[in-house]
């Protein structure tokens, strides 16, 4: 079974600059979530979606980030404009039901 | 909101050693427990799981209970080994109905021989 997709792997961007991460779930997961890992801290949740729709952005700095899951499948996250502090691994994880969440390996970003 | 919080690492073991990772929570209503593990250059994955009080989750080794009157759920394995070696993460969902995760901070293990 191929498991959760993410590109880039790696991101280096000056700040003020935009950038986007791209998610491709497992075949027939319902729900995605994209989470976010600061060096040294566990991984913060930053958006789910079940199908096409948002479950909970509570957590998503709205002002700077966005994340879109057209047609239920794959997903793109945006952050426009990058601050330092965006500095992290942007994970990818899907599921089918409350059990068990795949993830991704992430996408390390660096902002300078 | 529901929390987890971890022993800070990082751990440092021989090989065959017994290992135990404190995990301890905060939660409204009855979460579900979880230990991820990430290896050297790897993703995320589920080592565990328990749903309920007094479940015993368990996966290669390690064991986790989880216990409503101490919330806690502690990760152990009676003999650990090189390859255990990486950074292991408490979790629990987020709320009642939910299924995303808050995450413990992470404690490092390193298993020498």
């Known amino acids: 079974e191929a498991g959760v997709a993410q590109s880039p792997r790696y991101k280096i961007i000056e700040k003020r600059q935009s950038v986007a991460f791209w998610c491709n779930p497992i075949?027939?997961?319902?729900?995605l979530y994209w989470y976010q890992q600061i060096l040294g801290q566990g991984p913060k949740l930053l958006i789910q979606?079940?199908?096409?729709?948002?479950?909970?952005d509570s957590q998503l700095p709205k002002d700077r980030f966005s994340a879109e899951r057209l047609k239920g499948v794959d997903s793109t996250l945006k952050i426009q404009p990058a601050k330092l502090e965006d500095s992290a691994v942007y994970l990818c994880?899907?599921?089918?039901?409350?059990?068990?969440?795949?993830f991704g390996q992430g996408t390390r970003l660096t902002v300078v | 909101g529901n929390s987890v919080t971890q022993m800070e690492g990082p751990v440092t073991l021989s090989e065959e050693a017994f290992l135990t990772i404190n995990c301890t929570y905060t939660?409204?209503?009855?979460?579900?427990l979880f230990w991820y593990v990430q290896y050297p250059g790897e993703g995320l994955q589920l080592l565990l799981k328990?749903?309920?009080?007094?479940d015993k989750g368990s996966n290669k080794g390690f064991e986790a209970t989880y216990r409503k009157e101490t919330t806690s759920f502690h990760l152990e394995k009676g003999s650990v080994q090189v390859s255990d070696s990486a950074v292991y993460f408490c979790?629990?969902?987020?709320?009642?109905?939910?299924?995303?995760?808050?995450f413990g901070k992470g404690t490092t293990l390193s298993v020498s021989s």
């Open positions: 994880a899907s599921s089918l039901g409350p059990a068990k969440a795949f």
């Open positions: 075949s027939g997961h319902a729900t």
């Open positions: 979606f079940q199908n096409n729709g948002v479950v909970d």
């Open positions: 939660a409204t209503g009855y979460p579900s």
């Open positions: 328990a749903t309920k009080a007094d």
């Open positions: 979790a629990l969902t987020r709320d009642q109905a939910g299924t995303a995760l808050i």
